[in-house]
């Protein structure tokens, strides 16, 4: 644990305070669903990942359900390393061959899901590890993406392999779990029309599973602060309008572009907020859900 309160009453009766004033919040959410995108760069160490595995654990008990959609860009980028397989990124995405995309699930769907589990059933919950295949989950199909070249003004089509955009999610086999008292816990890997294995951002996972299962909240949780500005400085709420100027005048790339086009559509999709915050904060993800207070940035509609 990473409070101390030793000895001090007074320590301890502004903890009574604190959960006092959770009160309201646990009511407001209490019954809802709130979507945790969690981050492979959140995922950084062991004691961070148990806070958050305990916090997961918390909402559960507090009558929230979570649904945990969790990343790995990291871990898989490692593990290619080490199979000496080489990667690159268009827009924050990752270009993905066969032999990448297979990587991608056994990182995704095996070591990465499984410990996030196992963290959560340590702390008391039970979570329960699956992908977009198992429940027929997440159907995907081909992600299209265009980029315009600037000297020519000519759009062309970017064939990105293997990278899924979800076509279907199935609300119902989460809500199954979620009655029966379980935490999901998703790796974002489709399936296709034709059996294929799809590759999908975790940010867009999430943002499609939020929207169809009519989420409170969608939380992503990643290594900076919130969206930040040319001075690096945290921008606390943004709209969808500045949201594509701070895109198109470079301050907002790589990862965060889907993180930001994810939030954007969910909003869209009725989800109440969007909010992306900082996952090496402790108890961060309770912060943003039970007090005033928010940490990271909201993405809010014009
Ligand atoms: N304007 C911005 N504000 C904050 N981060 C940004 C911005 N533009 C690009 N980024 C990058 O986006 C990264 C977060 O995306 P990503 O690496 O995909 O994280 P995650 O693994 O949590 O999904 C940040 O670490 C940062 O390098
Ligand atoms: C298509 C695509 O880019 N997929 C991602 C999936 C993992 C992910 O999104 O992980 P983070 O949330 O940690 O970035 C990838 O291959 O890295």
Redesign the pocket.
């Known amino acids: 644990m990473l409070t101390n309160h030793a000895k001090d009453p007074r320590k301890w009766l502004r903890t009574a305070g604190t959960i006092s004033e959770a009160l309201p919040f646990m009511r407001r959410y209490s019954g809802k669903t709130i979507v945790i995108k969690y981050?492979?760069?959140?995922m950084g160490n062991s004691e961070l990942a148990d806070i958050f595995a305990r916090d997961i654990v918390l909402l559960k008990q507090v009558g929230i359900n979570p649904i945990v959609v969790h990343?790995g860009?990291?871990q898989i980028g490692d593990m290619l390393k080490r199979m000496a397989v080489n990667s690159e990124f268009v827009d924050?995405l990752r270009v993905t061959d066969e032999a990448t995309v297979e990587i991608v699930e056994m990182v995704l769907s095996g070591r990465i899901n499984k410990s996030i589990t196992a963290a959560i059933n340590k702390a008391g919950g039970t979570a329960i590890g699956i992908s977009g295949k198992d429940g027929s989950l997440i159907k995907a199909r081909k992600l299209q993406r265009t980029v315009r070249d600037p000297d020519s003004n000519i759009e062309k089509v970017l064939d990105l392999g293997f990278v899924g955009e979800p076509d279907e999610i199935n609300p119902e086999f989460l809500q199954k779990l979620e009655t029966s008292g379980m935490i999901p816990v998703i790796a974002p890997i489709g399936f296709g029309a034709d059996g294929e294995t799809y590759n999908i951002n975790?940010?867009t996972a999430a943002g499609a599973i939020a929207a169809a299962v009519g989420a409170s909240r969608l939380l992503m949780?990643?290594?900076?602060a919130?969206?930040?500005?040319k001075e690096g400085v945290l921008i606390p709420e943004i709209t969808f309008q500045t949201a594509d100027e701070?895109r198109r005048n470079g301050?907002?790339?790589?990862?965060?572009i889907?993180?930001i086009e994810t939030c954007i559509s969910t909003v869209e999709g009725g989800v109440n907020a969007a909010v992306i915050l900082d996952?090496r904060v402790p108890h961060g993800m309770l912060l943003e859900i039970f007090t005033d207070c928010g940490i990271g940035t909201l993405i809010k509609k014009d």
């Open positions: 981050g492979g760069h959140a990343g860009g990291p924050g975790a940010d949780m990643t290594d900076v919130g969206v930040l500005d701070l301050t907002i790339s790589g990862g965060m889907p993180k996952g």
